[in-house]
């Protein structure tokens, strides 16, 4: 006796077993850092092979083959939490390979950290990096840990030595190769120093401001250039200053937060007269009289510089009433911060002047000074024929609630008819 039965599965359908192609794709996603044929597939293909490949894949193999942007997004997304395309001119892609070089600089050190690891991103990223943000230095580990000195007991070839041994990366093979590069955003120090806190961490030394000034030098296609929160002092600022000098492109220089006094100023003037720059923040130096005076001396005769920042500086009157002088001929500048420098009512009377006369400043600020309420009735009476003016800060410069309620219906009426004529 025999019985015959069939068994099938009710579930089962012919619908279910993938296609040829998608068996295709899938071996070439699997296998795709060892054999990238994106540019052999059919348009079709490749979309979907680049809307499955991996973000982990190695930029060797990435980075010249995949131009997708919806790829690099991916990349981006799944890498950092933040991610503002506009600062990067709209480019996922160049996100990416800026952000990646950054972190790579922020975490080399020297000594330690394989040279490579930034030599081998150079043909990967050169045509796409035009802007580089790099807000830490890690300094090279100490050769001999055990070996301890008492600070007050160094002498000064030891002092030499501590300086030479924590030397940061040198930039200059790296900016140098990088022919797009145009903005160059630099901060000397640890983010993360913990229970290791030592202030030689947060300063930039001498040899690499030569080596930075060289690099700088050699970037030709340069326009942005910041230098913040380092210990940049007067030696170091002429240094750089020398090489920037008559340089073709730079129009933005930031040496904010350091220790910079009047012979850096000095040297700044000098730079001034002999570039195209039209923005400088010198803002939280050591700037005195004497260095103000050079910079309204180069503010003269410039024909660039339309922004100047020297907010927490100490010009006092003999340098306020200097660059004063100097706003009486000049026909460029638009924007001048003197906040908190000690100013009182002699800068205020000079600048009655100035503003009864200058008719290029659009905002002017001289918060937290010593104007006095005569220094801003002087004020107010160089403003009244003012009709270009629309930003004038003068809080906390004792000037009275009554000056300050009358200059701003005066700035209010002046950004009203720059509207209107805008609209016009």
């Known amino acids: 006796y025999c019985a015959h039965r069939l ?9 279910t077993v993938p296609r040829l192609t998608e068996l295709c ?12 044929i994106l540019d052999r597939l059919l348009p079709e293909h490749q979309r979907k092979v680049l809307d ?3 973000t982990g894949l190695p930029l060797a193999v990435t ?10 997004k991916r990349c981006c997304t799944k890498r950092w939490q ?16 800026e952000r990646h070089l950054e972190n790579i600089l922020k975490c080399f050190t020297p000594n330690t950290t394989d040279p490579n690891q930034v030599l081998e991103l ?3 990223c050169k045509d796409y990096v035009r802007k580089l943000e790099v807000d830490q230095f890690l300094p090279p580990l100490e050769v001999d840990q055990n070996e301890e000195r008492d600070d007050l007991s160094k002498s000064e070839n030891d002092m030499e030595f501590s300086e030479a041994s924590v030397c940061h990366y040198d930039l200059r093979v790296l900016v140098t190769a990088l022919p797009h590069l145009e903005e160059l955003h630099l901060t000397y120090g640890v983010k993360d120093c913990g229970m290791n806190f030592e202030w030689n961490l947060f300063n930039v030394t001498y040899q690499d401001c030569c080596n930075l000034a060289v690099a700088v ?10 230098l913040m929160r380092s210990k940049v002092d007067d030696d170091k600022t002429r240094l750089l200053v020398h090489n920037l000098l008559d340089h073709p492109c730079l129009v933005e220089l930031n040496l904010s937060h350091n220790l910079i006094r009047d012979k850096g100023a000095r040297a700044i003037a000098k730079l001034i007269k002999h570039s195209k720059l039209e923005t400088l923040d010198l803002c939280n130096n050591q700037i005195h009289d004497l260095g103000a005076q050079a910079l309204a001396q180069a503010l003269a005769e410039s024909s660039t510089l339309t922004s100047l920042n020297l907010r927490l500086n100490c010009v006092e009157d003999k340098g306020g009433e200097a660059i004063g002088r100097a706003l009486l001929t000049n026909a460029t500048l638009k924007s001048l911060h003197l906040g908190s420098n000690k100013l009182s009512e002699p800068t205020a009377a000079l600048f009655s002047q100035v503003l009864a006369q200058n008719t290029t ?6 918060s937290c000074n010593h104007l006095g309420l005569d220094g801003g009735k002087q004020m107010l009476e160089g403003l009244a024929g003012n009709k270009v003016l629309t930003e004038f800060d003068l809080r906390m410069a004792e000037v009275g609630q009554e000056t300050e309620y009358l200059v701003y219906q005066i700035l209010w009426a002046n950004r009203e008819a720059a509207q209107l004529e805008s609209l016009q």
Not at 7 to 15: G, H, K, R, T, Y
Not at 84 to 93: A, E, N, P, R
Not at 217 to 226: A, G, R, S, Y
């Open 122 to 124: 150079i043909p990967l």
């Open 7 to 15: 068994i099938e599965d009710p579930e089962w359908s012919l619908a």
């Open 63 to 72: 980075a010249n083959l995949i131009s997708d942007d919806d790829y690099w």
């Open 217 to 226: 030098k050699m970037c030709q296609n340069l326009k942005v250039f910041k």
């Open 52 to 54: 499955r490949l991996p």
């Open 361 to 366: 400043l659009t905002s002017i600020n001289f």
């Open 25 to 36: 794709l899938q071996h070439i996603i699997h296998h795709f850092e060892k054999n990238p």
């Open 82 to 97: 933040v991610c503002d395309i506009s600062t990067y001119g709209g480019s996922w892609k160049r996100m990416f390979l």
